[in-house]
């Protein structure tokens, strides 16, 4: 199947031919005529699988064939940068579709967002909070909403998002078209799905919490004070182009971004007590090439879509396996290519083992590099 073979309007179609895409990958495959359809949908899907088109498609196709007005779509996002990224993807594929949007989160001004929704909305892209403190003062009404898109539901529940998302839903219509995304499955989720989902469509295109199949997996083992000297070997050596890495602290991403500025290295970190323009020029200038290394805490870990990424580092071993699997989802996106690189110390090696249970492979050991001692390697 193609794109041209759906039945999507003609402006819509416009639009994903001047991206240059053909073909759907398997969720958009799936879901687009599912939510065509009007049906709910209950998505399991990886990061990087093209979800976000997966709704935004039919979302704009039903806005153009409509005149109703007021906010008819509502998509939460767990972070900004989500938030950001889904806003831009409707900007992409509707184009030449005549629609307005508004982007709402914290750690802005509200002023802009508010001028935003009085002069009239089609789609607000929102996170949580700062949409139920615009509701609260009586900006923002969503008793027109047609069409509910929650993506990465199960980060929203890490980020203690599930009674604010309880409360928005229920002033929205019941009479509605709900959308619901997650990579992971846990039990507080089904039931969350369970609660606002009707008789939805279940579409999975990966097993639940699968690493990316495109993704070259490494593994170097090296003492904690060794790591710095190793990134700048593999940077110098073995990557080509962008790098992402992961640490676990803010102060973490600050002390690597500053170490390989110190080496001359063009590196900026990207985490929680940034600001959110700080954060916005960080990732900027990372997807624009003019910074070759972002050193990002787990904010960066999910929805944050830079093409072409060859690889993820994680400096850290993640606290949990699940956030390993979305670090790395980062790179191999949309069917290329990728290499994911952790570097692990001696003690961390239990957590290791926590990961591979989970993505059901072996990570590759590579044991030949110049700060490895043989004996970390025991398992």
Same mark, same amino acid.
Request: hydrophobic share 40%; with cysteine.
């Given at each position: 199947? =193609?794109?041209?073979?759906?039945?999507?309007?003609?402006?819509?179609?416009?639009?994903?031919?001047?991206?240059?895409?053909? =073909?759907?990958?398997?969720?958009?495959?799936?879901?687009?005529?599912?939510?065509?359809?009007?049906?709910?949908?209950?998505?399991?899907?990886?990061?990087? =699988?093209?979800?976000?088109?997966?709704?935004?498609?039919?979302?704009?196709?039903?806005?153009?064939?409509?005149?109703?007005?007021?906010?008819?779509?509502?998509?939460?996002?767990?972070?900004?940068?989500?938030?950001?990224?889904?806003?831009?993807?409707?900007?992409?594929?509707?184009?030449?579709?005549?629609?307005?949007?508004?982007?709402?989160?914290?750690?802005?001004?509200?002023?802009?967002?508010?001028?935003?929704?009085?002069? %009239?909305?089609?789609?607000?892209?929102?996170?949580?909070?700062?949409?139920?403190?615009?509701?609260?003062?009586?900006?923002?009404?969503?008793?027109?909403?047609?069409?509910?898109?929650?993506?990465?539901?199960?980060?929203?529940?890490?980020?203690?998002?599930?009674?604010?998302?309880?409360?928005?839903?229920?002033?929205?219509?019941?009479?509605?078209?709900?959308?619901?995304?997650?990579?992971?499955?846990?039990?507080?989720?089904?039931?969350?799905?369970?609660?606002?989902?009707?008789?939805?469509?279940?579409?999975?295109?990966?097993?639940?919490?699968?690493?990316?199949?495109?993704?070259?997996?490494?593994?170097?083992?090296?003492?904690?004070?060794?790591?710095?000297?190793?990134?700048?070997?593999?940077?110098?050596?073995?990557?080509? %182009?962008?790098?992402?890495?992961?640490?676990?602290?803010?102060?973490?991403?600050?002390?690597?971004?500053?170490?390989?500025?110190?080496?001359?290295?063009?590196?900026?970190?990207?985490?929680?007590?940034?600001?959110?323009?700080?954060?916005?020029?960080?990732?900027?200038?990372?997807?624009?090439?003019?910074?070759?290394?972002?050193?990002?805490?787990?904010?960066?870990?999910?929805?944050?879509?830079?093409?072409?990424?060859?690889?993820?580092?994680?400096?850290?071993?993640?606290?949990?396996?699940?956030?390993?699997?979305?670090?790395?989802?980062?790179?191999?996106?949309?069917?290329?290519? %990728?290499?994911?690189?952790?570097?692990?110390?001696?003690?961390?090696?239990?957590?290791?083992?926590?990961?591979?249970?989970?993505?059901?492979?072996?990570?590759?050991?590579?044991?030949?590099?110049?700060?490895?001692?043989?004996?970390?390697?025991?398992?």
């Amino acid at each position: 199947m =193609t794109f041209s073979d759906m039945p999507l309007c003609d402006r819509v179609q416009k639009a994903i031919k001047a991206e240059g895409y053909d =073909t759907p990958t398997p969720i958009q495959e799936q879901a687009i005529p599912v939510v065509l359809s009007g049906r709910d949908v209950f998505g399991c899907a990886q990061t990087g =699988t093209g979800k976000t088109a997966a709704f935004a498609l039919p979302i704009l196709h039903r806005l153009e064939e409509s005149t109703s007005r007021g906010p008819r779509v509502l998509v939460l996002a767990p972070t900004r940068e989500l938030a950001v990224q889904i806003s831009e993807s409707f900007t992409t594929y509707g184009r030449y579709v005549k629609f307005r949007q508004v982007l709402v989160y914290g750690g802005v001004s509200m002023r802009p967002q508010i001028e935003a929704v009085r002069r %009239g909305v089609d789609i607000i892209v929102a996170t949580p909070g700062r949409l139920l403190d615009l509701i609260q003062q009586r900006v923002v009404r969503l008793d027109k909403v047609e069409t509910l898109v929650l993506d990465e539901a199960d980060r929203m529940l890490d980020m203690g998002f599930i009674e604010p998302i309880r409360q928005i839903v229920s002033i929205i219509p019941e009479n509605r078209q709900t959308l619901f995304f997650s990579a992971t499955l846990p039990r507080e989720i089904k039931e969350l799905a369970n609660t606002i989902l009707n008789n939805p469509v279940h579409i999975a295109v990966t097993p639940v919490s699968s690493a990316t199949e495109t993704v070259d997996q490494q593994l170097y083992v090296v003492g904690r004070d060794q790591k710095r000297g190793l990134l700048s070997h593999l940077l110098e050596e073995k990557m080509e %182009g962008s790098v992402l890495v992961f640490t676990r602290t803010k102060r973490g991403a600050d002390r690597v971004a500053k170490d390989l500025d110190g080496i001359g290295v063009r590196a900026e970190a990207l985490h929680g007590d940034k600001t959110q323009m700080a954060r916005q020029r960080a990732l900027n200038n990372f997807k624009q090439r003019r910074t070759r290394v972002l050193v990002a805490t787990d904010i960066a870990s999910r929805g944050i879509d830079i093409e072409h990424l060859p690889f993820v580092v994680n400096y850290d071993v993640p606290e949990t396996p699940e956030t390993y699997v979305h670090r790395i989802g980062r790179t191999g996106r949309a069917g290329l290519s %990728g290499t994911a690189v952790t570097l692990c110390t001696p003690d961390e090696q239990n957590d290791i083992r926590a990961i591979e249970r989970l993505i059901r492979r072996t990570i590759t050991r590579v044991k030949d590099h110049p700060f490895a001692n043989n004996r970390s390697y025991a398992r």
